[in-house]
């Protein structure tokens, strides 16, 4: 089967209509956090033994402005910094429980956007929908793991 050739351009419109689906499932309810404030606890969240120092690392800023951040989460209590039960120096980022409800809630909120989107397609072309999604994120993690070493190879 060949290729269309706007295929790319099709999954780049697909993929902006669908930032536009989880952004309008925000936007439509009124959040305490920004959206930069949201992207750090979802950081945290999925990543147990943040600092600071790897949090601007992740979010390509400076670590102050990571700090301030940081401050900003902690005073609304959705974030807090915890003493490293193995190195009391290191600090930890842990989100709260209302953090955990706020993403929790932000992630069915997101799910119920796209599941309305789905809902408007027919049976087949959600399965055919399926198998594609699968079959990209298959391919892009192949494309994103490093390649062997040549020099590593045994004769």
Do not use: K
């Not at 600090?91 to 956007?113: G, K």
């Not at 789905?118 to 087949?124: C, E």
């Not at 959600?126 to 391919?139: C, S």
């Amino acid at each position: 089967m060949e290729r269309p050739p706007n295929l790319a351009a099709a999954i780049d419109a697909a993929a902006e209509a669908l930032v536009g689906v989880l952004d309008s499932a925000v936007s439509r309810h009124r959040m305490v956090v920004s959206p930069t404030q949201l992207r750090v606890l979802s950081l945290i969240a999925s990543r147990p033994r943040t600092n600071v120092n790897r949090l601007a690392e992740l979010l390509d800023v400076v670590p102050s402005s990571a700090s301030r951040l940081c401050d900003r989460l902690e005073a609304i209590g959705l974030l807090r910094r915890v003493a490293d039960p193995r190195d009391r120096r290191e600090v930890r980022l842990v989100p709260t429980a209302a953090a955990d409800d706020l993403l929790r809630e932000l992630a069915e909120r997101r799910h119920q956007a796209v599941q309305t989107v789905l809902d408007r397609m027919p049976g087949r072309v959600q399965h055919e929908l399926l198998l594609g999604l699968l079959a990209f994120g298959q391919a892009a993690a192949t494309a994103a793991e490093p390649a062997a070493d040549p020099s590593a190879r045994t004769a």
